[in-house]
């Protein structure tokens, strides 16, 4: 049966698993409690009765000790069926008593027609005269108990004692032990009528407290289910849920906190993951810029030597020389615009030069009259030798994003500062102002652009200045500049 009660409830899951297992036990324990009441009441019914018989046997064997000495039979008879029979008894609940002389023969009962006057002991029914026999036949007066087995009946024979502890008689008194048939039926209807009530009423509150204990697993389980569907409203409905399962103290509590846990694990592993895929397409990014830039050059090259060729060979016009300094103007614009990119693909390291911070202002100046963003550059080349490409790229993500946040027509405002052996590059913008908690966000890697996407720019900054030896710092905005970055270099170039 223990085995077989888990295959029957495998189907169902722990929300109903639980209550029914309470309702099971709450009907087992209502069906022990109604036998063990039967039992308790079969046996106290049996203590009284056996009680009741032995107390009326003595009182009427000290009641008859006259009546037996004059040979009163009609005042004996009165007396027991009296004592025996009062008003108000039922034919089951009467008590069927003897009294027998000396010589041991019925002196007197209030049942004549069973056990006629002068009968003699030995046509009474065996248990009457056994226990007779028992009292008559002993040296002393003494009671005696005989016990019908599979009958239920008990007799108690109790010694008449005249003067001088003689044996006058004795009175036989038989009484079922436990309760009649008619008793046994109306007990156990009481039973089970209050049994039913109490069980339904115990099993409704088991299955309510059953369904209150897997309420948290029910939940747990919703949060579940929405992280892995992964719903935006939903999920942040789930995950309000489960800071109020985590709030917990018990077992269901240290579920929703391993789930949690697991969960910051598995997003953690996910920003990882996509810092290292945007890592790799800028790697690839890099490449790419340096072959094209390479290829660009080339005939960049060709044609500048074309131009120079031509006013080498002279009777050049002043058209001609206007179209080809213009030309020359042009092809030198894209070949300093190329080499920029140039400079921002290598991986060589070589100290901070202003030929770099010229390139990081051509890079970036396109950028911000596409946004009609005011961009003013002041970035000075540090007393301190400083690697070329960190710094760059460190300047690049701020300006760039200080360029999208000043938005347009905008100010973005670049300058730099050197003081007791560190290099401060200040980077401020005129958009909305940036908190030191969105701050910490984005030099995390948590925060997501209005897009949906990931912001690196400022967490790969922060983890530059952090390789490097420095840090990135929000200071006080001020009338035009609502956020101002600051990135302190102060650890010189290897």
Known sequence: MATASPQVLAPFGYRLKVPIALMAVALVSGILVAATTYMLVDRHVEENAEAETRRLAGTLARALAQPVLRNDVWQAFQTMRAAAQPPGTSAAQRVDVVA?????????????????????LSALPEPLAGAARLVLESSTPAPARVEVPGSGVLVLASPIVGEEDTVLGVVLASHPRALTDAQRSAVIRQLLALGAMAMLVVALAGAAIGLRMTEPLGRLRAVMLASARRAGSEEQAARAELVEVCARRDE?????????AMLDQIAAQQELERHMLEAERMASIGQLTAGIAHEVN???????????????????????????????????????????????????????????????????????????CRLDWDARVPG???????????????????????????????????????????????????????????????????????????????????????????????????????????????
């Open 100 to 120: 027998l002389d000396a010589r041991g023969q019925v002196f007197a009962t209030p049942s004549p027609r069973v056990h006629p006057l002068g009968q003699h």
């Open 252 to 260: 269901v509590g240290e579920l929703g906190r391993s789930f949690a």
């Open 298 to 372: 080339n005939p960049l090259g060709g044609m500048l030597a074309a131009i120079e060729n031509r006013r080498l060979r002279g009777g050049v016009d002043d058209a001609t020389a206007h179209a080809l300094a213009l030309l020359e103007r042009g092809l030198r614009q894209v070949h300093d615009t190329v080499q920029a990119l140039l400079n921002e693909a290598r991986s060589e390291r070589h100290a901070l030069t202003a030929s770099d911070l010229h390139d990081l202002e051509l890079l970036l100046r396109p950028e911000a009259e596409h946004m009609r």
């Open 384 to 494: 301190l030798e400083l690697p070329a490409v960190p710094v760059r790229q460190v300047l690049l993500n701020l300006t760039l994003n200080a360029i999208a946040a000043a938005g347009h027509r905008g100010r973005v405002k670049v300058w730099t500062t050197e003081e007791a052996g560190a290099w401060q590059a200040w980077v401020g913008n005129s958009g909305p102002k940036l908190d030191a908690a969105r701050l910490a966000a984005l030099t995390q890697g948590s925060e997501r652009a209005g897009d949906g996407r990931l912001g690196l720019g400022l967490w790969i900054t922060a983890r530059i200045l952090h390789t490097l030896g420095g840090h990135l710092r929000l200071a006080p905005p001020d009338d035009v500049l609502g956020t101002l970055l600051v990135a302190e270099f102060t650890t010189p170039a290897p």
